[in-house]
């Protein structure tokens, strides 16, 4: 008997991870339903269009980021409510965390239309699983503010924060970020940078702030990155 969770069915939306590098972490249901729904809206068209081409399909794609995502949700809604079947996917990763796909989401929960989770890769919760630091609970909190007085403020903010707190940040500010922290957190505060996981090059930088920052300085910055910060007095 057919497994019902591996075919899509009509008018439903599904919210579906994709690998953060390693093709290999894309589930078996994932697969199935990128292989058969109706539309698959995505952050990027060639980035997707790339990997469908990997896994040797062809779907309609419809562009959805955060130049259109007002209008494209809307739409995208439309066609769910005539019967469409839609996977919602970005680039890497889970859509909607810290990428477009709430405003479809809402949309959808507004209408009364089916949202259904496939679950996979999450740069976040892989960061917080080989990290080392406290995982009974965390905040998440995007990405860092470009600004270097707008990131002090978030540190001198959350500096007696009782739980491990995880943020993205890109490769030319990971270092300017640590060494905040090393000045206005402490140099003995833990943290964890993880840099491209599931790639070639993973790397996980772990210890006191200015431990990390001294490693940072010799490593290639090159990738995207996940911040952990270990709540104060914390000793790895």
């Known amino acids: 008997m057919e497994n019902a969770s591996l075919a899509p069915q009509p008018g439903h939306l599904y919210v579906v991870a994709t690998p953060i590098g390693n093709l290999a972490d894309l589930s078996d249901r994932a697969r199935a339903l990128l292989a058969a729904v ?4 995505c952050e990027d068209t060639r ?3 790339m990997l469908l081409h990997r896994l040797g399909y062809s779907r309609e794609l419809v562009a959805y980021h955060e130049h259109n995502e007002i209008e494209a949700a809307e739409g995208l809604a439309d066609s769910l409510g005539a019967g469409k079947s839609v996977a919602l996917v970005s680039d890497a990763g889970t859509p909607t ?3 477009p796909g709430f405003r479809l989401v809402r949309a959808c929960r507004r209408r009364g239309l089916p949202v259904v989770p496939v679950p996979g890769p999450c740069a976040l919760t892989a960061a917080l699983s080989a990290s080392g630091l406290p995982s009974n609970g965390f905040l998440y909190a995007g990405f860092l503010p470009a600004k270097t007085a707008a990131r002090i403020a978030f540190f001198l903010r959350q500096r007696d924060f009782a739980f491990t707190i995880a943020l ?3 490769g030319h500010r990971i270092q300017a970020a640590v060494g905040e922290i090393a000045v206005h957190l402490g140099a003995e505060r833990v943290i964890c940078v993880a840099k491209e ?7 996980f930088f772990i210890g006191p702030s200015s431990e990390v920052q001294k490693l940072l300085a010799k490593a290639s910055l090159k990738g995207e990155f996940v911040l952990l910060i270990a709540p104060a007095g914390f000793v790895l």
Do not use: N, R, Y
Request: charged fraction near 25%; charge should be negative; proline fraction near 0%.
């Open 38 to 41: 109706d539309l698959v809206a």
């Open 97 to 99: 965390i810290s990428d």
């Open 47 to 49: 980035t997707t269009g």
């Open 168 to 170: 993205f940040e890109s």
């Open 197 to 203: 996981i599931s790639k070639l090059h993973e790397a």
